[in-house]
């Protein structure tokens, strides 16, 4: 081939406002272009101890399993429900959207008894309806929600889910990947047993590495399978002895430049404090919504359970939305994004997560946003937009 059709890569600079991937720290970038080590190497291992000790200050729990599954975010998801549930085991999944339908389907592909538990778009899921159903199912090997719906924008409350799952004998999983680090996560407190994440949302790091936590009374359901994990890569078991200190039996090759990756973003986490953190999530949530209300937005998610990470609205009546993402990405370099299923063409999913939740962002997004929807002359006053936003900043 000719070497000159394909240059060097010079990708534009886009601000990443979309469900994921959001913006990256320079750090970050800068830690991931440092010389590789070997992944055996001792400082290597070091490092590895590192990142479990900063995932489990994050994921606020004391669990010894602990670790960065390497794959995307769904990898983790995969990774939660291969290693607990064996054929013809029984698994309530609440499906309040796309990502709670996914698990549903790694049930499936598992060989799991499935009971899903179909939920509006936008809504959570009561408490008394997951208790009806583990009342009802009988043996239940696994509850899975979703804590943070990022196709809807809803949050899941989980208070007294974990004891309710225990109560009946049952492991509760649960996505947080688009609430770690940017909605307060409490593994230990929830009493969850699997949980796990991704690293391009809250944690603002490229994709690539999946943090897992897993509770000592999963493990002990991974112990007592009477079957083999349908996955070799995402065995528990042996992905433990991979990370376990002291052991570190090869397994797979880690992506070290990604764990160098997660690391330093996981250092920009904790030196800015959890509490801050979710502190400044809000903040901008509120003055974005403040905002696109005032271009004629409503939000599509629940009151009261609205993700501060994630800004899920319907578009202006009458606005083609896709022409006004267009616009926002063709004429302002900036990512923002649509629905999925049954929302497509109808919201807009707006992600202020990590360092993509700053001041300048929700401005300057507002702004794209008016200028567009001007162009369809669905533009309210001038300016009204970004009063909103202000407004709600001089409150906060
Ligand atoms: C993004 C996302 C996933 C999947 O993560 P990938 O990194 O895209 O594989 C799973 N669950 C939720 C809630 C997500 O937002």
Not at 112 to 117: D, E, I, N, P
Not at 286 to 309: F, I, N
Not at 350 to 364: D, K, P
Request: glycine residues 10%; contains cysteine; neutral net charge.
């Amino acid at each position: 081939m000719n070497v000159s059709a394909v240059p060097e890569l010079a990708p534009p600079l886009r601000l990443l406002l979309g469900p994921g991937p959001s913006m990256v720290h320079p750090r970050v970038l800068r830690a991931m272009s440092t010389p590789l080590l070997g992944h055996l190497d001792p400082r290597f291992l070091e490092i590895m101890n590192e990142v479990q000790a900063q995932l489990r200050a994050v994921f606020r729990t004391e669990n010894p399993f602990t670790i960065a599954v390497s794959g995307t975010g769904s990898a983790g998801m995969e990774a939660a429900l291969v290693n607990l549930i064996e054929p013809g085991d029984a698994a309530i999944v609440v499906a309040a959207g796309v990502f709670g339908n996914r698990m549903a389907e790694i049930v499936g592909r598992c060989g799991g008894r499935l009971v899903k538990l179909d939920v509006p778009w936008g809504q959570v899921c009561e408490l008394g309806r997951i208790e009806e159903a583990l009342r009802k199912e009988g043996k239940v090997k696994v509850v899975a929600v979703v804590h943070a719906e990022t196709s809807t924008g809803a949050q899941q409350p989980m208070e007294g889910l974990g004891k309710l799952c225990h109560a009946h004998g049952a492991l509760l999983v649960v996505d947080t990947v688009t609430s770690l680090g940017g909605v307060p996560v409490e593994v230990d407190a929830w009493e969850a047993d699997a949980v796990y994440s991704g690293t391009q949302k809250c944690l603002s790091c490229p994709p690539g590495l999946a943090p897992l936590t897993l509770s000592p009374r999963a493990l002990d359901a991974v112990k007592a399978r009477k079957t083999k994990v349908q996955s070799w890569y995402l065995d528990a078991g042996m992905v433990a002895d991979y990370w376990a200190e002291g052991k570190r039996v090869y397994h797979h090759t880690a992506p070290i430049s990604m764990v160098y990756a997660l690391r330093e973003s996981l250092r920009l986490v904790l030196e800015e404090g959890l509490e801050a953190r979710f502190a400044r999530h809000r903040r901008h949530s509120a003055a974005l919504m403040a905002g696109v209300a005032a271009l004629g937005c409503s939000p599509q998610a629940q009151e009261g359970h609205r993700l501060p990470s994630l800004n899920c609205v319907r578009a202006p009546a009458g606005v083609d939305e896709g022409a006004v993402r267009k616009a926002l990405l063709n004429e302002h370099d900036i990512e923002i994004g649509g629905g999925l299923g049954p929302l497509a063409g109808q919201v807009w999913r707006i992600g202020l997560m990590g360092e993509s939740s700053r001041q300048e962002n929700v401005l300057a997004v507002l702004a794209a946003l008016e200028q567009a929807l001007a162009k369809q002359g669905k533009a309210p006053k001038p300016g009204a937009s970004l009063a909103a936003a202000l407004e709600s900043y001089a409150r906060s």
